[in-house]
């Protein structure tokens, strides 16, 4: 099994299973993924070229929205305790 990992993500190459934190896919991953493969993922097609393979490319993308995705919720809870 070849496994390559970015951040919080990583994927298994041969199978080409992804495995992330759970709640973050399934809030957001799927969709994401399907952005990926629709060819319509800005950070995915930037990456693309600038990456050592697609799965990197992939793994890259995930884990920049997982990024954005878990620092609005914190910003979220962080407000509603502030309020």
């Not at 099994?1 to 896919?25: L, N, Q, W």
Request: proline share 2%; charged share 25%; net charge negative.
């Amino acid at each position: 099994m070849a496994v390559k990992k970015v951040g919080r993500f990583e994927m298994d190459t041969e199978t080409g299973s992804i495995a992330g934190p759970a709640e973050y896919m399934e809030e957001r991953g799927s969709a994401k993924l399907r952005a990926i493969e629709a060819g319509t993922d800005t950070v995915f097609n930037a990456g693309l070229t600038r990456s050592p393979d697609i799965y990197t490319a992939i793994l890259v993308s995930l884990q920049t929205d997982f990024a954005g995705w878990l620092g609005q919720r914190q910003l979220e809870a962080a407000m509603g305790r502030a309020g």
